[in-house]
């Protein structure tokens, strides 16, 4: 027997099952705010931005509470049992009145941005304490902003180093008044807080311990980051321990169990949360998000879809070099548990190659096939040469994970930041005289009378005029801005477990990390693809309606022009191995990277902008921000989700979406785009389904596609969980970057959800 069944048969402990009960239990019940110090002392106010920063960090973590959950293994908490305190929304105050001014005229807060991943393996390796001294050691010869920039880091560090110690002599106090079952554990947790963070772990349990108490610290003062490749840098602790006999592998698998349980105790399926109780909204194309690049409309429904997304991923598997899988027992240990918790967190990403172990691709499908469409799958064949090619080293290319969502980042070294660009919105702008189709707003340059044009090629200049508009605005913006947050939300902690800024003596915020990256992600790319292919083949090619009859039917949303709308919807569309769309994507895809990387060229040497296609889980609001469109898309209609075929239109089965994916130029997007795809339960039922997942799993991964999501579903099973929602609480689904409960989902996305089950019916 393999060591993925071993684990599938293995009899879970009762405190696990205890402890998943009742954070299940604890979700239900409405949140109670703590509010700790709302601001620093006045005399703290004469010290630098980055010192009060940290100070600010100190001063909370001085405060938080350290109830332990009972019976849990790990301690440090973001919410509570009873009372349900949830720790994370406040923060004291450490800004002047001119600086929160200056931060405000420019449009910075104090919430740092997150969306990176720390580096951890240093944080086993050296411990805090080591990594004070490194900083203390690049006081020699720094200047008065790289002191600061120092002493916020030991600031910071010894706010950490005392927390931990106040959570070991919460641990020693409890052990001493408690039931005696429990005071050997909790006085070996206090012993091991006493370790870790502030030394090198040297036990798996204090290897995440340590990992859990730096993500609870940084997720609690305002900085959401993920957790990397745990499955690799906590591995060697945890086979030391197998091998010296502290632990058995039973032993372990509780342990891990009891590490994934802590990311959901902060989660929320309450009832304002539910559609019953939400109130209707009205699109307002006013409320456009991210800099007008972005046709997304902002809406209290995607906040509340997005109540329990906080981009705690993990990601594990893996090569280091071709042909050398990394796979490890850890691996499989975190995929066991994701399985058997049924619920949205930790996010969990796998790394595939052409090696991955067979075991490995079946406890991938295994665990699929109960729902959520996790893990992510990412494909090491085409996403380390991407990349490479965009001028990353080798050996961390080949140690790449992602931000929390899927976008790819270089963890522990890099300052990651992303953003969408809708080629929608160009292709609406190209055929509006630049402007917005919904209310008219100017969103581009005036590119001619589309009325007028005579050829694709007409089209096909004015498209291209919009999207190098939106591409130079936007990088222009990025390298004017680079910089600015640090006058605002330095972060002092993340600095110090990010290679590159000790040695520079600069804030991850000011450019100090070893690479810093900005994504640029195409959004809506597979509606621009088939807006252009229907427009090609249906004006130009087949002469059924001319410019002028087309932008007639886009302003009237197609209403009196339902046979032109029913001739594009039948032109070809991307998704289905189709020469004459794929060809068209290639292009598309080609140019807006041909486009970024000349725009991008003059500030190689400090700002990367790796290329990416993306909607995350905001399809709907994406949707509501743009007008009628030439593949037959109606105003205000969803997109399809990331870089997935429109909705509906992927007729030729899986394996023609997964052709027409991989011949996107993946060597050139080194920031991601998955394919997120449907399965019928009862497709992949019993070991011939797992069979079939692992062979379509394999063939994506031939093919070279970069990323893939499966999410397992019936549409019957969905429309009971509309139904009988309590009788589905565990039920969850894919959302574009993580996963959600289904029936605290508002009732517009999950009819999505059941349209794109049913393959758009």
């Known amino acids: ?55 600010a960090v100190a001063l909370k973590l001085a405060h938080l509470p350290t109830d332990l959950w009972a019976g849990q293994l790990f301690a440090g908490s973001f919410a509570f049992e009873e009372p349900r305190l949830h720790t994370e929304w406040s923060f004291p105050d450490y800004l002047t009145d001119e600086e929160r001014e200056e931060g405000r005229r420019r449009g910075l807060g104090i919430h740092c941005f997150g969306h990176i991943v720390p580096d951890y393996p240093r944080l086993l390796r050296d411990g805090l304490l080591g990594i004070r001294d490194h900083a203390a050691r690049q006081l020699a010869g720094a200047d008065e902003a ?13 706010g950490v180093l005392c927390f931990a110690v106040r959570l070991a002599e919460r641990c020693e106090a409890d052990a001493a008044s408690g039931p005696a079952e429990r005071a050997d554990e909790l006085r070996g947790m206090a012993a091991d807080l006493r370790v870790v963070p502030a030394h090198p772990a040297g036990t798996f349990h204090q290897a995440l311990q340590s990992v859990w108490l730096l993500h609870m ?78 046709s997304q409309l902002g809406t ?58 067979g075991e490995l691709l079946e406890q991938v499908a295994e665990t699929l096939k109960d729902g959520g469409g996790m893990p992510a799958m990412f494909n090491d064949e085409a996403l380390v040469p991407a990349l490479e090619r965009l001028g990353i080293e080798p050996a961390d290319a080949a140690d790449y994970s992602n931000d929390g969502c899927w976008e790819v980042i270089l963890p522990g070294r890099t300052d ?58 936007m990088v222009d913006h990025v390298v004017a801005s680079a910089d600015e947050r640090s ?21 991850l915020t000011a450019g100090g990390a070893k690479y810093r990256t900005f994504g640029m992600l195409a959004e809506s790319a597979s509606h621009c693809i088939d807006s252009l292919a229907a427009l090609r083949s249906v004006v130009f090619e087949r002469r059924l309606a001319d410019t002028a009859t087309l932008c007639d039917a886009l302003d009237a ?48 040497t400090r700002i990367l902008f790796p290329c990416g296609a993306g909607t995350f889980s905001w399809y709907l609001g994406i949707g509501e921000g743009l007008g009628s469109s030439p593949d037959g898309r109606q105003a205000g209609e969803p997109v399809a989700s990331n870089f997935s075929p429109a909705l509906g239109q992927d007729r030729a089965g899986l394996p023609a979406a997964i052709l027409s994916y991989a011949g996107m130029p993946h060597a050139r997007l080194p920031a991601g785009g998955p394919l997120d795809l449907r399965l019928g339960a009862a497709l992949v039922r019993g070991e011939a389904g797992t069979a079939r997942m692992v062979a379509l799993i394999r063939g994506f991964v031939e093919a070279r596609g970069s990323m893939l999501t499966l999410t397992v579903a019936d549409v019957e099973e969905l429309r009971a969980a509309q139904r009988e929602p309590e009788r589905y609480a565990s039920l969850r689904v894919r959302m574009g970057g993580w996963c959600a409960y289904f029936t605290m989902l508002g009732r517009e996305q999950q009819e999505h959800h059941i349209r794109r089950q049913g393959g758009g019916r």
């Open 146 to 158: 790289g002191r600061a920039f120092l002493d916020s880091v030991t600031v910071a560090i010894d």
């Open 217 to 294: 610290v940084f997720h609690t003062t305002m900085d959401a980051n993920a957790v990397g490749r745990l499955d690799q840098y906590a591995a060697r602790q945890l086979e030391g321990d197998l091998d010296a006999g502290r632990l058995t592998l039973e032993q372990a698998a509780e342990l891990v169990d009891c590490f994934c349980l802590k990311f959901n105790e902060r989660a929320a399926t309450t009832e304002e949360q539910r559609p019953e109780h939400r109130g209707a909204e009205a699109p307002d194309p006013r409320r456009r998000t991210r800099h007008s690049t972005s």
């Open 300 to 357: 209290r429904r995607d906040s509340l879809d997005a109540t329990n997304h906080w981009l705690q991923n993990i990601v594990v598997g893996g090569s280091s070099a071709p042909g050398h899988d990394q796979t490890t027992l850890l691996t499989h240990l975190l995929l066991d548990s994701y399985r058997r918790n049924q619920m949205t967190n930790p996010l969990l990403t796998v790394r595939l190659h052409d090696h991955s172990p």
């Open 416 to 473: 990651f930041r992303f953003q969408r660009l809708s080629l929608m919105l160009c292709l609406e702008a190209a055929l509006n005289r630049g402007q917005a189709r919904l209310d008219g707003a100017a969103i581009g340059p005036d590119t001619g009378d589309p009325r007028a044009f005579t050829s694709f090629d007409e089209v096909w200049t004015a498209f291209e005029v919009q999207l190098d508009a939106m591409v130079a605005r």
């Open 557 to 604: 949303d197609f209403e009196g022009h339902e046979l032109l709308r029913k001739r594009l919807q039948e032109a070809p569309k991307y998704g289905n191995d189709e020469p004459a769309a794929d060809e068209l994507g290639r292009r598309v895809m080609e140019t807006f990277i041909a486009t970024v990387e000349r725009h991008a060229a003059r500030h190689a």
């Open 487 to 507: 006058t605002i939300a330095p972060v002092p902690l993340l600095s110090a477990l990010t290679q590159g800024c000790l040695e520079s003596r600069r804030d």
């Open 1 to 55: 027997m393999g060591l993925a069944s071993r684990l599938a048969e293995r009899t879970e402990t009762p405190r696990v099952l205890d402890l998943r009960r009742r954070v299940r239990a604890a979700m239900e019940r409405p949140p109670v705010r703590w509010d700790g110090p709302a601001r620093l002392p006045d005399e703290c106010f004469s010290e630098p931005l980055a010192v009060r920063k940290a100070a």
